[in-house]
């Protein structure tokens, strides 16, 4: 997933905000394997802990609950990998769910993993949910999310999980979508 320098302004309420820090941009929409089967993604940022991830999981199909991911976590200048595309544990659990066109989105969903020196636990809970009327020609469902997080990121010290940061809460983007079979 590509990164990007993301600078300008936001007018929000007859305020200017101006920004100036790293992005997610999507130029290869579908062109990737998750338009073949379910896939959830997220966003967070916590610009003054120098915090961010973006999060990609698939729903392995024909089972219930079973997912593999990926979490990218950029944290004081570190790029940091970690999920079972890096050959790590990668838990995702659907918390709450929401039945729309006879499929299940998780509006509501806890996500754990680690490697060997750092762990991330996310739980987020969807906000406002919107089916994107879009589906880029290519059959999707996309359901995308205002999402509220709760983050926690520790690194491994001996055999402990020291926090580097605990609680970190505020809102992001997550989508849920499925294929139209």
Known sequence: MPSA???????????????NT??????????????????????????DKEFSFVLGAYHIPLTEDDYVGYI??????????????CGNQFHLKPLE?????GKKYSVHT?????????KIDIEYKARVNNK???D??????????????????YQKQGQDWLPLEENLTGYGFSEWSHTNL
């Open 136 to 153: 880029r020609g290519l059959g999707l469902k996309v359901f995308e999310q205002i999402s509220y997080y709760q983050v926690s990121f």
């Open 72 to 85: 990218f976590i950029r944290y004081r200048g570190q790029r940091i990998k970690i999920g079972t595309l």
């Open 132 to 134: 994107n009327p879009g």
């Open 5 to 19: 320098r993301v600078v300008g302004v936001i007018q929000y309420n007859n305020q200017n905000f101006t920004i």
């Open 97 to 101: 769910r929401k039945i729309i066109d």
């Open 22 to 47: 790293t992005g997610y941009h999507d130029h290869n929409y579908g062109a990737w394997p998750t338009d073949l089967f379910n896939w959830i993604w997220s966003q967070f940022h916590r610009i």
């Open 110 to 118: 806890k996500v754990e993993t680690s490697d060997d020196n750092y």
